[in-house]
Nanobody
C-alpha cells in the first residue's frame, strides 16, 4: 500500500512561484508513473502534469505549458511540481497520484492519491 503526502501549497501573488512536493512511502515508488491533478471550487478534478516512472517523459495540460515543470527523484521517493508565473486561475487543491499503466492524463485508473495541498493565487 502506497501512501502519498503532498506539501508546499500556500498563498502567493499572481506572477509568483511555488514548488509542490509529493512524498511516497510504503511501496516501490519507481514502479509508478506519477501525476498532478487539481480541483478548483465547484469544478471537476483536472489533469495538470504527469511523468513516467523513469522521468524520461513528461506531459502537461496546455494551460500550464511553459510555466509548470514536473520532476521526480526516485532515490527520495518524491515527485515535484515547480509552478512559475502563477495566475489566479491556478487556484485549486492540488493532488498527486500514482499508477502503473494506462493514460496518465485520465483520473480514472490511478491507484493511489494524496490528500491534497491548497494553492491560492491572489490577483
Amino acid at each position: 500500500q502506497v501512501q502519498l503526502v503532498e506539501s508546499g501549497g500556500g498563498l502567493v501573488q499572481a506572477g509568483g512561484s511555488l514548488r509542490l512536493s509529493c512524498a511516497a512511502s510504503g511501496g516501490t515508488f519507481s514502479r509508478y508513473h506519477m501525476g498532478w491533478f487539481r480541483q478548483a471550487p465547484g469544478k471537476e478534478r483536472e489533469f495538470v502534469a504527469a511523468i513516467t516512472w523513469s522521468g524520461s517523459r513528461a506531459y502537461y495540460i496546455d494551460s500550464v505549458k511553459g510555466r509548470f515543470t514536473i520532476s521526480r527523484d526516485n532515490a527520495k521517493n518524491s515527485v515535484y511540481l515547480q509552478m512559475n508565473s502563477l495566475k489566479p486561475e491556478d487556484t485549486a487543491v492540488y493532488y498527486c497520484g500514482g499508477r502503473t499503466v494506462g493514460d496518465l492524463s485520465r483520473e480514472a485508473g490511478y491507484d493511489y492519491w494524496g490528500q491534497g495541498t491548497q494553492v491560492t493565487v491572489s490577483s
